[in-house]
């Protein structure tokens, strides 16, 4: 079993769509996670922190749930430009080590 | 926000050659740098951790003699990828943290593209 999974898509969405990504992760120690946004052949950049409260940046919420272990990026009002790969991401026992997820592909079409 | 170089940002080599892959971080100084390998269409892998001053740890399964890190200074790490072969082509992203009181946040490089003929 992979350490942070995905479903590697595509999702295929209309301009103006809300989307929701999932992740699960298997290490109930992992303490941070992250979104990344990986564009092709790009190096992934940070897109938000994820805590259990939840947080909310602009257009893109992101939810933990650490009881179930997983993972949730919410995208509202997609535009064209959001299409990438997100990567869902989870430290490895505060070893400063990160795990990555496959990511998931998003194509927004006008 | 902190600056992470690489270079070169892309190479291609004949089989059986060493290449040398240049990790900078530009405003700040990077304690810990990760090295990571992503072959298309998956996750990036972690190869080896690398801490200034000190032996890089190598993920399980990545040999240590073959991809060679070097992290002399707190602004520079290199990786050697010794005899190079055409399994080896990918695209390699190094990542630097060390931000005071920002451990967890890892800072990522452009990525070195990698082909080996």
């Known amino acids: 079993r992979k350490e942070v999974e995905q479903d590697p898509g595509p999702f295929n969405v209309p301009e103006g769509a809300t989307v929701a990504f999932n992740c699960t992760y298997s290490n109930s120690a992992s303490q941070s996670f992250f979104w990344y946004r990986q564009d092709c052949r790009k190096e992934p950049k940070l897109l938000m922190s994820?805590?259990?409260s939840g947080n909310e940046d602009g257009r893109f919420t992101a939810q933990l749930n650490r009881a179930s272990q997983y993972i949730s990026l919410l995208i509202r009002d997609s535009k064209l430009s959001d299409s990438a790969t997100y990567l869902c991401v989870a430290d490895s026992s505060n070893t400063g080590k990160l795990i990555f997820g496959q990511g998931t592909t998003l194509q927004v079409k006008p | 926000g902190a600056v992470v170089s690489q270079h070169p940002s892309w190479v291609i080599c004949k089989s059986g050659t060493s290449v040398k892959i240049e990790c900078r971080s530009l405003?700040?100084?990077?304690?810990?740098m990760f090295w990571y390998r992503q072959f298309p269409k998956q996750s990036l892998m972690l190869m080896a951790t690398s801490n200034e001053g000190s032996k890089a740890t190598y993920e399980q399964g990545v040999e240590k003699d073959k991809f060679l890190i070097n992290h002399a200074s707190l602004t520079l790490s290199t990786l050697t990828v010794t005899s190079a072969h055409p399994e080896d082509s990918s695209f390699y992203i190094c990542?630097?943290?060390?931000?005071?009181?920002?451990?967890?946040?890892?800072?990522f490089g452009p990525g070195t593209r990698l082909t080996v003929l």
């Open positions: 405003d700040f100084q990077a304690t810990t």
């Open positions: 994820v805590y259990s």
């Open positions: 990542s630097a943290s060390g931000i005071a009181g920002v451990l967890d946040t890892q800072y």
